[in-house]
């Protein structure tokens, strides 16, 4: 079935890389994308609608969209806190590739061999991405998360904190995209295939807050006192110090770690 009467599952071709480049430019417009970060959106974007079609450049687009918004939503409540964070609201490609490489390839894949379990597999990934930006724009206003493991609590913007809201959060930004995936199924709408890309999506986002308790790499600003993702130099130009995790895994590693667990449960369960 083609829900108002369009070949959602339509290959674009060449159309697919100008639309992408469009949507590329107006994100940098936007200042939502840096200039490292629009070059990559092109590329991932092209990927996808060229070899998938309008169906998979709208989940791309609920993703991304709902993420900066909440991105831009939260900037003012979280400025406290962000200089947790390693990096600003602007995506670079490192980012970009993090969030949507993966996706890119299931389109690949897709193109390759159309299966049902692709389409669940690349939604998957953009779900566990969605609940992870949602959980964390969102999560860090609560004042007291606690710490995934031990339980107790911490300051919000830890990397492994987790609170009502950001589980709330994660729920909502996986299961938008796991609705628009059931609906938009190649074939007909499939509930079934919803439900796997949304506990893909939950999955995804536990691993993400279990690695970043354990194993990301956390650095510590001798000159603020505090901890931070940032390394080498803190924003306050002072030189970081290796605190704990392994001192490769950054945050864009933790997250391309778990959306390719979310992409697996979405393959075995999509199919
Ligand atoms: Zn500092």
């Known amino acids: 079935m083609d829900p108002f009467g369009v070949a959602w599952h339509a290959p674009l071709g060449w159309w697919g890389v100008a639309w992408a480049a469009g949507i590329a430019w107006a994100a940098y417009r936007a200042r939502s994308l840096s200039p490292s970060g629009a070059w990559a959106a092109w590329g991932v974007g092209s990927a996808i609608l060229a070899l998938g079609g309008w169906a998979w450049g709208v989940l791309l687009l609920a993703f991304f969209v709902s993420s900066s918004g909440w991105s831009r939503w939260a900037a003012a409540r979280k400025r406290a806190t962000a200089e947790k964070f390693a990096k600003g609201s602007r995506r670079d490609a490192g980012q970009v590739l993090a969030n949507g490489g993966l996706a890119a390839a299931l389109a690949v894949a897709y193109a390759w061999q159309p299966a049902a379990r692709w389409w669940a597999a690349f939604a998957a990934a953009l779900a566990a991405a969605a609940a992870d930006t949602w959980a964390t724009e969102i999560g860090v206003l609560h004042p007291r998360p606690r710490h995934i ?111 390719a667990v979310a992409a697996l449960v979405g393959f075995l369960l999509g199919g």
């Not at 107790?152 to 950001?166: D, F, H, I, L, M």
């Not at 796991?178 to 295939?193: I, K, S």
């Open 149 to 259: 493991l031990s339980g107790r609590v911490v300051a919000p913007g830890t990397s492994g904190g987790v609170s009502p809201w950001g589980w709330a959060a994660a729920a909502g930004g996986a299961g938008l995209l796991a609705a628009l995936a059931g609906l938009l199924a190649p074939g007909e709408p499939n509930g079934r295939l919803a439900l796997s890309v949304w506990l893909g999506g939950l999955v995804g986002s536990a691993v993400d807050s279990l690695l970043g308790a354990t194993v990301q790499a956390m650095y510590y600003c001798p000159a603020c006192a505090k901890e931070t993702e940032q390394h080498p130099f803190h924003r306050c130009g002072a030189r970081t110090q290796h605190r704990r995790g392994w001192p490769w895994l950054h945050n864009d590693g933790v997250n391309a770690a778990s959306i």
